[in-house]
């Protein structure tokens, strides 16, 4: 037997969502186990209460039986006919010559306990061997007398007072007592209030509300209190995505919330200003480092130029520009990946088709095709963008020939998607290129830095940049950058 996938359910990724919701969930829980449990104890005591009115009932019924059996057998349709002209009593009661046969009602277990509770007081008193039947009655199958008269064919005053109770129709008690051969008591009531449906009722109205109206206030005031709270926590984010962007102007979170998100607050701003003054430390750091090596290099070339042996010149050289590459490479490493700009809106469309144009031309180095269009601006840093970007394009030229570049963009985030035709790189290298310096054969040209300053401008804006080897050859290169700030 194959059975459906069911619907995957969604839960809400923000705080407030998730927290209404656990809070309406345990609101839902609680008041049906408390509901179930009041209304369980209310019919209970409901049926408590049915019954003892059923015996009350059944009393006023044995009374009944006793003062007509004290009366002649004469008196007794006197007497009867002058209490129904009289109108206003409790009971219908008739003397018949037979039982009356008449449908009865389904059994519920509030019926059959009334029943029974009539049933064992009339036998008490009449004792166990009368003939005694007791049953629930719809109004419109009642029937009355000998004759079997329907009940609105009686006068008004005779029976609807007892039997009745508009706009309601009860179910009528009907109880048969045989009081001699050929003589039935008929008796016809209705049980008092609250007890006169009969059936058992669910929740009432007020209850119902009392729960609608309680669940709502609570859910406005939790929503309220975690839209208080989150606020802080929002204005942490935002600080915390500005300072990976790497802003230059250092301002403090404004703490607020709880007691936990103020201290979440103030770390973060001491962590912050630690980091900012770790930055302009290291940036003075390299500056003065690129100032002190190059004059002592500059000299040592000049030394070298005094040297009689060409050979040892020639060797001399060679370590010299060696030792330049390096630390050139190292300075344009942290030059690149240490771009100090303010972030605003970026045209990332604008910004591909500058990279691309030079390609395009005749007289380009290499092939360019572009796919897809970013759907709105990106908010970032726009010279470190263009670097990012122009690094994977090159990459892509310089070892696979041709570049196919495409876009993937959503609410979510941006992608930029850079195919080359190269050989690829192997799967056991695939994060060792982002390290500086690195390359995969001796013969490469370059400082083997642009993957990795890449990378590095791609987590600066928290986004990734991934390899993947394709299959029909070549290597795909994945910018992906998250628009949820934006």
């Not at 929002?234 to 936990?260: C, I, N, W, Y």
Request: aromatic share 6%; net charge neutral.
């Amino acid at each position: 037997m194959a059975f459906k996938c069911l619907p995957k359910v969604r839960v809400p990724r923000s705080l407030l969502g998730r927290m209404l919701l656990l809070t309406l969930l345990a609101i839902v829980i609680a008041q049906t186990l408390s509901s179930a449990i009041w209304l369980s104890q209310l019919r209970t005591t409901q049926l408590e209460g049915l019954v003892t009115s059923a015996r009350s009932l059944a009393r006023s019924m044995t009374a009944t039986v006793t003062y007509l059996r004290s009366l002649p057998l004469a008196y007794r349709p006197l007497v009867l006919d002058q209490m129904r002209s009289m109108g206003g009593t409790r009971f219908f009661v008739s003397l018949n010559d037979k039982p009356l046969g008449m449908p009865t009602l389904p059994l519920t277990a509030r019926k059959k306990a009334a029943l029974d509770a009539v049933d064992q007081v009339l036998r008490q008193s009449l004792g166990p061997d009368a003939d005694v039947s007791v049953k629930f009655v719809s109004p419109h199958d009642l029937r009355i007398f000998n004759a079997g008269l329907k009940l609105e064919e009686l006068p008004r005053s005779w029976a609807h007072f007892a039997l009745t109770l508009e706009p309601v129709n009860p179910p009528v008690l009907v109880t048969q007592i045989q009081m001699a051969p050929g003589e039935w008591l008929y008796i016809a009531s209705l049980l008092p209030e609250p007890y006169t449906s009969l059936e058992e009722e669910g929740l009432p109205a007020l209850q119902v509300w009392f729960i609608a109206l309680s669940s709502i206030f609570l859910l406005l005031f939790i929503g309220l209190l975690v839209h208080w709270q989150s606020r802080p926590l929002k204005r942490l984010a935002r600080a915390a995505r500005d300072m990976s962007l790497g802003e230059d102007e250092f301002k403090p979170v404004e703490t607020g919330g709880g007691s936990e998100v103020v201290e979440v607050g103030r770390a973060f701003n001491t962590m912050r200003a630690r980091i900012s003054r770790y930055l302009t430390e290291r940036s003075q750091l390299f500056s003065a480092i690129s100032h002190d090596l190059r004059t002592p290099i500059t000299r040592l070339r000049l030394r070298v130029e005094l040297l009689e042996d060409e050979q040892v010149q020639h060797k001399f050289g060679r370590d010299l520009d060696e030792l330049e590459m390096l630390v050139k490479g190292a300075l344009q490493c942290v030059k690149d990946t240490d771009i100090h700009e303010n972030i605003e809106p970026v045209d990332l469309n604008v910004l591909l088709d500058c990279l691309i144009e030079p390609y395009l031309l005749p007289q380009g180095n290499g092939r360019v095709t572009l796919r897809g269009k970013a759907l709105r601006p990106y908010a970032g840093k726009p010279l470190a963008l263009r670097r990012c970007m122009g690094n994977l394009i090159d990459n892509a030229l310089k070892y696979g020939q041709n570049a196919h570049l495409r876009i993937e963009d959503n609410h979510n985030a941006f992608m930029l998607i850079v195919d080359d035709e190269g050989p690829g790189v192997p799967e056991q290298r695939l994060e060792q290129v982002f390290e500086p310096h690195f390359r995969l054969s001796g013969n490469q040209q370059g400082y083997g830095l642009g993957l990795g300053i890449a990378r590095s401008i791609a987590h600066s804006h928290g986004g990734e940049v991934s390899l993947q080897n394709l299959s029909v050859g070549g290597l795909r290169v994945t910018l992906s950058m998250p628009r949820n700030a934006d």
